[in-house]
């Protein structure tokens, strides 16, 4: 007799699975790394021209899986994720892939080495599947490239994925990667981890290391990851974390490499409330609170935070500016390039900081020193706090970017802050919509327990849509 264990996974089975499900799978013998990838890899010649996911396709992917599968055999696998076909963000180098940063003149930049989070995940095994779409310059919210195209949300086309790592949230939403590295610099990783009913962490800043990251904010930046399950985002994270010597951002690990207990009894959970205040829209509103009264016993003692003396929309101007100003630096050789101009809206942006004086500056500068002020007195009073990842949901391509997209994950962004984003609930649209839980600096392994634990009691990742967009 037949069992479930024993029959054959379809590419619809594979495609579907978490990365956690997808490691069992190899590791027992059940899949190989040579099907698995060429799995992904037809659905990605299928199905990308539609959601324009990915801007570029690793040529030696296949080889890489069939060398994974030689030392399975062997029995001298190399880490905890050989052979697993993952997905890219295209501001991290990837040796033998194009860095586009979502920029006109980049388009034949090929890396000539491994970012060190790409080099981290290949000694662990990893299969490189391709490089994903992003805002132009990574400056964005929405992953409305005007050089290389808006990538489609996979839950209704038309819609944003978010952004600026809407490539890579789309990739693991259709099912085109086990799971995606992107890039949160204010929330680039959170907000399409919201838009697509995906689980999003943002680590302590320094926690990865940057090097080989094209650079938006030196002080905020942060590779994060996007996956499908909260045990996905764990077993990445403590693949990816590391000191580096050659990063100057990297900090010493202070982060545990075990899961620590945790006691929901004496674990103090902040609420945020007056969300009309900082803008939150009333549908949105509606789904947090059914989520915290959903959550009461998991978030141990709630207690309403009070954050009236803490401007989300300031501090996320302010840290703008200085994401422009950096980015100006980075991008003159672009900027000079007549023969591939960047797009009006980012040559404004950039000029807009360029006009700036060294005092507007140094006062927002002074700024971001606020929240990391404000996170303190928060997190000597509270273990984590809880609040809605986006003020709204997803919103047609067409309607362009919102302004206040990353009013509420920016602060865990300036304050150095771990951060989560998971489904919470469903719009009356029928879209998702995150709950992100912040933690103060190097809790993001707790954090992360926390999520599961709400993840399992909310339940409500959407049905993502394998072989084909939603309605």
Not at 269 to 293: C, I, K, M, N, Y
Not at 410 to 433: E, Q
Not at 443 to 467: F, H, K, N
């Amino acid at each position: 007799m037949t069992t479930a264990a024993d029959r054959a996974l379809s590419d619809h089975d594979l495609r579907g699975a978490t990365a956690f499900q997808l490691l069992h799978w190899l590791a027992c013998g059940r899949i190989d790394s040579a099907a698995l990838t060429a799995t992904y890899r037809a659905a990605i010649e299928r199905e990308n021209p539609r959601l324009n996911a990915y801007l570029a396709v690793s040529e030696s992917a296949a080889a890489d899986a069939a060398a994974s599968d030689a030392r399975r055999r062997e029995g001298r696998t190399i880490g905890r994720l050989d052979g697993l076909p993952v997905a890219i963000k295209d501001n991290l180098d990837a040796a033998g892939l194009p860095t586009t940063l979502g920029l006109p003149g980049r388009r034949a930049f090929v890396a000539g080495q491994d970012s060190a989070a790409v080099a981290r995940l290949r000694a662990a095994g990893a299969v490189i599947l391709g490089k994903t779409n992003l805002d132009e310059g990574a400056l964005g919210t929405a992953t409305i490239n005007p050089h290389y195209g808006a990538t489609q949300n996979p839950l209704r086309e038309g819609y944003t994925a978010g952004g600026s790592s809407g490539g890579s949230a789309a990739a693991v939403a259709a099912g085109l990667a086990a799971f995606a590295l992107g890039s949160d610099t204010l929330g680039s990783v959170r907000i399409p981890a919201s838009h697509c009913g995906l689980y999003g962490l943002k680590p302590t800043f320094g926690e990865i290391s940057t090097r080989g990251l094209a650079r938006g904010a030196r002080r905020l930046d942060c590779v994060g990851i996007l996956a499908r399950s909260v045990p996905d985002l764990a077993v990445v994270l403590q693949v990816l974390d590391a000191f580096d010597p050659a990063d100057p951002r990297s900090r010493k690990r202070r982060v545990p490499l075990a899961t620590p207990d945790w006691e929901p009894g004496r674990l103090r959970s902040g609420v945020l409330v007056d969300l009309s205040e900082v803008g939150v829209e009333g549908e949105v509103a509606a789904v947090f609170q059914r989520a915290v009264q959903t959550l009461d016993g998991c978030l141990g003692e709630t207690r309403r935070v009070d954050f009236s003396d803490y401007d989300f929309a300031r501090m996320r101007r302010s840290a703008l500016l200085v994401m422009e100003a950096e980015l100006g630096v980075e991008l003159i050789g672009d900027l000079a390039d007549t023969r591939a101009p960047l797009s009006p809206r980012l040559r404004a942006m950039l000029d807009y900081a360029r006009a700036k004086s060294a005092v507007d500056y140094a006062a927002a500068d002074r700024v971001l020193d606020e929240a990391v002020l404000k996170a303190r007195r928060l997190f000597a009073e509270v273990d984590v706090l809880v609040l809605p990842t986006v003020a709204h949901g997803p919103y047609p391509i067409d309607a362009g970017e919102r302004a206040n997209d990353a009013d509420l994950t920016s602060f865990a962004s300036l304050a150095g802050c771990p951060a989560v984003s998971l489904p919470m609930g469903t719009l009356p649209d029928g879209f998702p919509v995150g709950l992100q839980l912040v933690g103060a600096p190097g809790s993001d392994l707790r954090l992360l327990e926390l999520a599961e634990i709400c993840a399992a009691t909310l339940d409500a990742a959407p049905a993502y849509p394998i072989g084909g967009a939603g309605a």
